[in-house]
């Protein structure tokens, strides 16, 4: 039975309960609805709600639970033995038994009958079943086939007997409550909450599940590599034979870099642009121009990148890197950087927009008053109080910047260099994460894992690059309130 | 003392400057005041030119791949002659056979085939003509014995020179065309067996193989775009709404709501690569979903949606004045009644704006799908969901990055096809959050 069937089979149940609960609760007001507490759905809902939640609540356990369980008996029909206690032999041994299971299950073969039989007897029952037994292989072996086999067959009988108890026992318990005293609606509404708090909790489930998932292979990686040829390695050199060499500082280097000509590019650019916005622009430009920068703000990363590979790239190669003798790259920081500061322009315009229509009025009449010209209330006057919200800006679009991927990996090359040349390829965090995790490696070799120390790496800087721009941005804020 | 002494000229001098005379330091403020205004002018300029400069460099390389070059080859359906290709282990070669001998027949028919090989003349038609000619006999058994008259794609090449793309010059460098097939292709084109037409196929069609080109398309990558946003508006938009709601009308300020604004905040900004780091470790490596399957691409993109759709939720919300709530609660609605049956339907149309726009957002993530395999080669379309959700398939986005990776150029027209594609559904997406804001956006 598979998990959409239960589902289906609860959700009738659940129905069934609806009406069942509304009926009693009217029958047993003698049918006048006004000496019952609440509407009479409310009762029916209520049924239907106790059916549910206490199932799907188990049947989530089980779900959970169910591949543990089979995990733990095939390993134990294995046993540590045949192993000899090397980890990776137990999990070739284990995938072994898997296959075998997965051909037991596809022949539709009489399991509890195989399982009979004694050790000598099993191969050939393999081999009756139809399934190809490598000569040789241990009577264990197939013994773990077939707990496997057997684990989930009676795992999921059991499982759907306990849910479907769980939702009869529940619709039972709110069926008998269904009486004029019973405040069905309290009842419903309290069960509605829950549902809303838990969708709330999953902002929080997802954060976890991000650090805990990276946590966990990080502490793999950094076992099988040393953490300080890690963080201060300066070669990055992964090979799938082994002994790689992988160092983060290329990295960190390119990813700087890379960040530092967006920066360059999109700062004097959207700050100047949000001061002509909110200063000087008359209400018609500003309705046009405003939402048409903010258009760049929306376009996917994957056009900037394809923009990055096929246009500007060839561009720069041919009319400046060329031409002045530094590189024969297409992919390079400056193709990267380039795009990447034109679709960080919004992000700091915009912020800095907000901040800076922020500053009283007050500020600038007064600057005015004394004389001073527009362009040096701005500079003397309004930038400087707004500075605070400019730098937090500035900060979300660095955090932007270096989190930033398809640009990077179309844009700025793969080779991990350390180089003043920005016409040079060189290459960054995020694309270091794509290119270990995108293929089919061996999971646990220190080239695959590295990719979530990476990635723990990248979303340390970036949370805290938010964290520090989000509390400047209050603060500042506080302080015109 | 003698300083002193100076200062009463100098005085007397600023005496003889007047508001109405410019002197050289007014000069000199006024012109950096109009420089100031100039910088500001040239800032706005500068965003508004690249983003002229992107747009119009992808439709120029993308525009190309909506036409598609084809060409007319009638070819007998000898019965026996297919009954030989299907008893054969590769079919498709012995089908190639049929076409190119029918194909060389008919130029020779027309004196069309001077100075160049058959064989060089054959290879003018695609890698893909075969199995599309084996799919017709199977489907049309009854045409067999028939004379037919089919279209086929022409190769990559030949369809590139037809787009500017290819020259007699590149041609002689290429060693996959050769000018003299061109110098045909010329000739066909001025018969009129050759020519460039609408290509639909490039929006249905699966992605092909790195020879074929001129085969590709988008078929599978829309479908699996598709599913994702199913899965994404049916997990997301429920949660988010319920989220939304407890935060802004149930929830008391204590330690436990401050966290979760927090970490809705600092979702939001977290890099969507570390999304699918998560996808892969928690959705593939432990809950054991399949690889490049929408389901899992969904899963991840509703979690990078969420904190879009409640932000937008929760100010649809707060915008909704407290009168409306007293009123329901004054007449005897419950707290919940009040919002489900009051406060929610009139946040509906910002709430339904938000989502659009999550959703926009979404269908361009490209980074977290590479990571949770979607960049397999797919050929086969998936299933209609729900059964289709776990059957593998492409992305929009991330068929744009496939076809970056291929080492022939055609691919390049297609990758800026496939993006025009995708930028056109995000206009409309948008379009229609405009519109429903103009609309039914209310202001108390």
Do not use: C
């Not at chain 2, 100031?36 to 439709?59: D, R, T």
């Not at chain 2, 003018?124 to 599309?132: D, F, V, Y």
């Not at chain 2, 959700?389 to 929009?396: G, N, R, S, V």
């Amino acid at each position: 039975m598979t998990t959409g069937t239960i589902l289906i089979a609860l959700l009738a149940l659940a129905v069934v309960g609806y009406f069942l609960g509304r009926g009693r609760a009217v029958a047993s007001a003698g049918g006048d609805v006004r000496r019952l507490h609440s509407l009479p759905r409310f009762y029916g809902l209520n049924v239907a709600l106790t059916t549910l939640i206490p199932a799907l609540a188990v049947l989530a356990v089980g779900l959970l639970a169910l591949p543990i369980w089979t995990d733990l008996r095939v390993g134990a029909a294995i046993g540590p033995s045949l192993a000899g206690g090397d980890a990776g032999r137990q999990s070739l041994l284990i995938a072994q038994a898997d296959r075998l299971a997965e051909g037991l299950e596809g022949a539709d073969a009489n399991v509890a009958a195989i399982a009979a039989l004694d050790d000598g007897a099993l191969a050939g029952a393999f081999a009756d079943a139809g399934i190809a037994v490598r000569e040789g292989t241990d009577p264990s072996i197939l013994r773990a086939a077939l707990a496997r086999v057997g684990t989930q067959e009676t795992g999921s009988w059991m499982l759907v007997l306990l849910v479907g108890l769980a939702g009869v026992v529940g619709a039972l318990v709110a069926l008998r409550a269904s009486g004029p005293a019973f405040r069905a609606r309290n009842a419903v509404e309290r069960a509605i909450l829950g549902v809303l708090i838990l969708a709330s909790t999953i902002a929080i489930v997802t954060t976890a599940g991000i650090v805990l998932s990276m946590l966990f292979e990080t502490i793999n990686f950094l076992r099988a590599y040393p953490a300080a040829d890690f963080f201060f390695g300066t070669v990055w050199n992964p090979r799938f034979s082994g002994d790689s060499q992988l160092g983060l500082l290329p990295l960190l280097w390119g990813t700087m870099y890379v960040s530092l000509v967006a920066l360059i590019v999109a700062v004097p650019v959207g700050l100047l642009a949000a001061i002509y916005m909110s200063e000087y622009a008359g209400p018609r430009v500003r309705a046009v121009a405003k939402p048409l920068l903010e258009i760049l703000a929306g376009i996917p990363t994957i056009v900037y990148g394809l923009f990055a590979l096929v246009t500007v790239g060839p561009l720069l190669r041919d009319w400046f890197a060329q031409p002045l003798g530094l590189g024969n790259s297409a992919s390079s920081v400056m193709t990267a950087g380039l795009v990447m500061g034109v679709m960080l322009i919004p992000f700091v315009s915009s912020l800095s927009d907000d901040v800076i229509n922020a500053v009283p009025q007050s500020m600038r009449d007064g600057s005015l008053g004394l004389g001073a010209t527009k362009s040096e209330t701005i500079r003397q006057v309004v930038v400087p109080a707004a500075l605070p919200g400019i730098v937090g800006s500035i900060l979300l679009a660095a955090s932007r910047a270096i989190g930033e991927t398809m640009i990077v990996v179309l844009g700025a090359g793969a080779a991990a260099q350390m180089d003043l040349n920005p016409f040079e390829a060189m290459t960054t965090i995020t694309v270091k994460i794509v290119s270990q995790l995108v293929g089919d490696n061996d999971f646990n070799s220190p080239e695959t894992l590295v990719a979530f120390a990476l990635g723990l790496t990248l979303f340390v800087m970036t949370l805290a690059l938010n964290v520090l721009a989000l509390w400047i941005v209050r603060r500042y804020r506080e302080q015109y309130e | 003392m003698s300083d002193i002494a100076a200062s009463p000229p100098a005085a007397g001098e600023g005496r003889k400057t007047s508001l109405l005379r410019e002197t050289d330091r007014v000069r000199k403020r006024n012109a950096a005041e109009r420089r100031f205004e100039l910088y500001g002018m040239a800032a706005v300029g500068i965003g508004l030119l690249a983003l002229a400069f992107l747009l119009l460099s992808i439709l120029g390389n993308g525009l190309s791949s909506f036409r598609q070059t084809f060409v007319d080859v009638p070819v007998a359906l000898d019965p026996v002659a297919i009954e030989e290709a299907e008893a054969s282990v590769v079919k498709t070669s012995r089908y190639r056979d049929i076409i190119e001998g029918a194909f060389v027949s008919a130029l020779e028919a027309r004196g069309l085939l001077e100075g160049i090989d058959p064989e060089e003349a054959a290879g003018i038609i695609s890698e893909e003509a075969p199995a599309q000619f084996r799919d017709y006999v199977r489907a049309n058994p009854e045409a067999v014995g028939r004379p037919g008259e089919f279209t086929f794609l022409v190769n990559g090449r030949i369809d590139g020179f037809f787009k500017g793309r290819v020259t007699f010059e590149s041609a002689e460098l290429d060693g996959n065309v050769t000018p003299a097939q061109l110098r045909l292709a010329e000739r066909l084109a001025g018969a009129g067996l050759i020519d460039t037409r609408f290509n639909w196929a490039f929006f249905t069609a699966p992605d092909a193989s790195g020879q074929r080109p001129e085969a590709a398309g988008l078929g599978v990558a829309i479908l699996g775009s598709a599913y994702m946003m199913l899965v994404v508006l049916f997990l997301a938009l429920p949660i988010g709404v319920a989220a939304s709601i407890y935060l802004e009308e149930f929830a008391p300020r204590n330690r436990f709501t401050d966290i979760i604004e927090v970490n809705i905040s600092n979702l939001a900004a977290v890099p969507s690569i570390v999304f699918g780091i998560l996808g892969l470790a928690i959705f593939i490596n432990f809950a054991g979903l399949p690889q490049s399957a929408p389901i899992v691409g969904g899963l991840v993109l509703t979690l990078m949606t969420l904190p879009t759709i409640i932000i937008a939720t929760r100010s649809a919300l707060k915008a909704v004045p407290p009168s409306i709530r007293d009123a329901a609660l004054g007449v005897g609605a419950s707290k919940l009644q009040s919002v489900f049956h009051h406060v929610l339907p009139l946040a509906a149309p910002g709430i339904l704006t938000g989502t659009i726009l999550g959703l926009a957002q979404a269908l361009g993530e490209t980074a977290p799908l590479l990571l949770i395999g979607m960049v397999a080669f797919v050929g086969e379309y998936p299933d209609a969901p729900p059964e289709g959700l776990f059957d593998p398939a492409t992305a929009l986005p991330v068929q744009v990055y496939n076809w970056t990776q291929k080492a022939d150029p055609a691919f390049v027209e297609r990758a800026s096809g496939a993006i025009i594609v995708l930028l056109a559904f995000l206009v409309v997406m948008n379009a229609i959050a405009i519109l429903l804001r103009r609309r039914f956006e209310r202001r108390w």
